[in-house]
């Protein structure tokens, strides 16, 4: 069983999405287990302003993508 953690963040939708004009695209894929995620930057000068993603897997990678991207935005 999951903790409590990792089912809180992997069901955060606050990062959830696609940035249409992203300045980077990063894509990653796990082929041993199927999960998925695209992450969206958005950046001004080389700082982080916004950071989206979109993709499935399970609740450690969702749960993980939340917990980087709100560590990384605002950093260079």
């Known amino acids: 069983m999951y903790s409590e953690f990792i089912m809180d963040y992997s069901k955060l939708r606050k990062f959830h999405g696609k940035i249409e004009n992203a300045h980077k695209v990063e894509e990653g ?9 695209t992450l969206y930057f958005l950046f001004d000068g080389d700082r982080i302003v916004d950071v989206k993603f979109e993709g499935h897997g399970c609740a450690i990678s969702q749960a993980s993508t939340n917990v980087m991207i709100e560590q990384i935005i605002g950093k260079t």
């Open 29 to 37: 894929k796990n082929l041993s287990c199927g999960d998925e995620v």
